[in-house]
């Protein structure tokens, strides 16, 4: 039977590109949750291989699902962009199309989200796809406490945060973000520190995120983007300017201490872009 759905609270946001091995998995986990009120929006950015037919199939069994097709590819960003401009619920997650989450997950985080105000964002254990059964590999880190400290906590974390990324999020918060085109290259962690400027992002003793192996993870990530020339020398330098606008009302010892931790993390980031670089040239 067709699932009839009266009361939006959760919107999901799907955006795919060629995600046919995949999407099916991704599609699933959501429509098991035991939490059952949400939309599952999927944007397709002018797929070329079967992602339309298996999404156009779940579209016939589940009236939570909205999907779109874009008649020509809008870009990575922009089609992030577009899912959660679709949503109406209360609350909105991002997920990937090789990612998929545990039946639990809404409902767990639902849960942290209503008992604590102070929480913009909440989120499970994480890991990558292949190490659900090893805990060791799991991800479990908090962004709670004064702003100082979820700002360093972040950047001591920052390699590592795909997870609190896919957090379920205040959608009248998340909705406020206007950095989606400042730069390409970390756009995601900047999307941390603005949830950070406005409250906690929890982590969950219960449920999971498993990742799949997206751009971030390929052997030429630096390079695929990188949107800006200055970006090649200094790879987190729209990352910082956006950083320092966040912080300018942390009281002078705050903010040295928060700054210092920055530039270690511009220079893990330089480290990281030109070790990649020279890698590719090698082999």
Known sequence: MKYKNTKVKVSIGLPVYNGAKTIEKTINSILVQTFKEF????????SDDETNRICKKFLLKDSRIKYTRQPNNIGGIPNFEFV????????FKWIGADDWISPDF???NLQ????????VASTSPNCFLGDENNFKKYVNFHLVGKPKERFVMFFQ???????????????????NYEQFYSSGLVWDWT????????????????GLVVLGFGISSSKDSWKKLRQKPLEIFIPLYYFSKYTLSL?????YYEWAYVFVKLLKLNFQAMKSSYM????????
């Open 39 to 46: 939309e599952l929006i999927i944007s397709d950015n002018a």
């Open 84 to 91: 959660l401009k679709k949503a109406k619920g209360r609350y």
């Open 106 to 108: 809404l409902e767990v």
């Open 112 to 119: 942290a989200l209503h008992s604590n105000p102070n929480y």
């Open 157 to 175: 974390n920052a390699f590592i945060s795909h997870g609190t990324f896919h957090s379920l999020i205040r959608t009248e918060i998340i909705k």
């Open 191 to 206: 999307v941390h520190l603005f949830l950070l400027s406005k409250g906690e992002i929890n982590r969950t003793k219960q």
């Open 247 to 251: 912080i300018k009302n942390l009281n």
């Open 276 to 283: 990649q670089t020279i890698r590719n040239l090698v082999t």
